[in-house]
C-alpha cells in the first residue's frame, strides 16, 4: 500500500474547498471546511474503505497492513485533519481486548461495525466501591438456561448513554480469591434492565453515567475469554486504555485535551508575560515534558509496531501525560489571569473548560497513585505492594455495609 492510495481516497470523498486547505497547510481553513461535513457519515465510510482500522486483519474491517504502515495512514489523516475522536472505547479498548480474547465468531460480529463507527462502546469496570481496587467488584453474574443473569451497579461510564454495548467485568464466583471469580462479558446496552443515568461533571458536560443492571440477560456466546479468566481479559483492556489516554493509542494521537504546551507561549506573549522570568522557566518546563512525553510515546508506539503489547510501561506514559496536562492547564489559567475565572459569554471558554477537564486526567483510567504502584511492581519490580485481600475467597472481605 502507499499513502498515495489513501490521499486519492479522501481527494475523492472529502470536498474540494477541505482538499485546497490541505494543500495550502491552512489550519483554520481545514476547520472551517470540516464544520460543513457530516463526520458521523465521512467515519462510516472510512471505516467502510478500511481506512479507519488499516492494521486489522481484512475480514474484521481493516486493510490488513502492518504497524508501520498504519502509522503512516494515521499521519496522513492527520494531515488532512479527519477528526477521530469519536468511539474511542470502541476502537482503542473493546476491538484490542476482541483481537486477543474473542473467538472467530465474536470478531467477525462485532469488529466491523467498530471499524464503520456504527456501534459505540462503554467500559462497564468500576462500582461504588471498587475503583482502584477493581478485582474487588461485586456486580454478579449468575448462571442461566443460555447465558447469564447480571446484577449489580456501575459507574463513572463515559459515554454509556450513547453506547450500544459494554465492556462488562463481573463475579461470576464469589467463593474465589477476588482476581480469580471474574468473568468478562459484551454487554447489549439496549438489552431490558439496563439503565443508565447521567452524571454532570465539573465542567457541566455529563460524558459519563451510573448504570444498573437488573436481572439482564446476557446471552453465552457474549462471554469473552474463558469463565473465571475476566482479570487477564481486563487487564487488555486497562493496558490498551492506559496507552489511548497517554497519547501513546493509535486513535487518540497526541491530543490529551485543553490547549497543547506549544501553545503557551504565544499566549504569554498575547497577555504580556513573555519577559517574565518565572513565566519562561514554567513554559520552558513544560515543553521538555511534551518533548518527554512526545519521546515516551513514539518509544511506545515503536513496541507495538514490532508487534508487543502495550505492558505496563503504558502506566509511564499514563502517569506523564495526566500530569503534564494539568500543569499546562493550570499555567494556561495562570496566564489568563482574571479572564479565566470571569466571562461574559454563555458557554465556558474553551481554556477554562481543558482547565476542568484536566482535573479528571489523573483519575480516569486509573489514578496516578496507581500508575506509580503498577510502575514500581511491574516495570522496576519492587516488591509488592501488601493487599490483605490477596487469596481470600471475595465473600469473606471485609467490606462496607450496603
Ligand atoms: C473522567 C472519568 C472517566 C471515567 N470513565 C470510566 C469508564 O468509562 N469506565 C469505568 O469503568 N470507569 C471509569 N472511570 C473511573 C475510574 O477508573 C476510577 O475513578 C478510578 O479507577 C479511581 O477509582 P475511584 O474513583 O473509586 O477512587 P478510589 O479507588 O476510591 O481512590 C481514592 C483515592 O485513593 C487513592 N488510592 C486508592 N488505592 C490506592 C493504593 N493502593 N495506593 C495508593 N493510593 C491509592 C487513589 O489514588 C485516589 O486518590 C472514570 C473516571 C473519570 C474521572
Known sequence: MSVDELSAWLAGRLPPEWIAAVERDDVAAIRRARADVDTRSLLHDLGIAGWATPDWPVEYGGRG???????????ELARFGVPRQYNVIGLAMAAPTLLAFGTETQKRHFLPAIATYDHSWCQLFSEPGAGSDLAGLAT???PVEGGWLVNGQKVWSSMAHEADFGLLLARTDPSLPKHDGL??????????????????????DAEFNEVFLTNVF???EHLLGRVGDGWRVALTTLQNERSALSGAGSVSGSNIGGLKAGQLLSLARERGRDHDPRTRDQIAARLIDAYLLRAGNARAALIRSLGHSAGAEGAVTKLMSAEHNKRVQALVMDLLGADGIAWLSDATPPPVNGF???QANTIEGGTSEIMRNVIGERVLGLPREPDA????????????AK
Open 218 to 220: 446476557v446471552p453465552a
Open 65 to 75: 497492513l502492518d504497524r508501520g504502515a498504519a502509522r503512516l495512514v494515521a499521519a
Open 389 to 400: 485481600s490477596r487469596g481470600v475467597p471475595w465473600t469473606d472481605i471485609p467490606r462496607a
Open 183 to 204: 468473568s468478562y462479558f459484551v454487554l447489549d446496552m439496549h438489552a431490558p434492565g439496563v439503565d443508565v443515568r447521567p452524571l454532570r461533571q465539573l465542567n457541566g
Open 356 to 358: 476542568l477537564r484536566a
Open 140 to 142: 454478579r453474574a449468575v
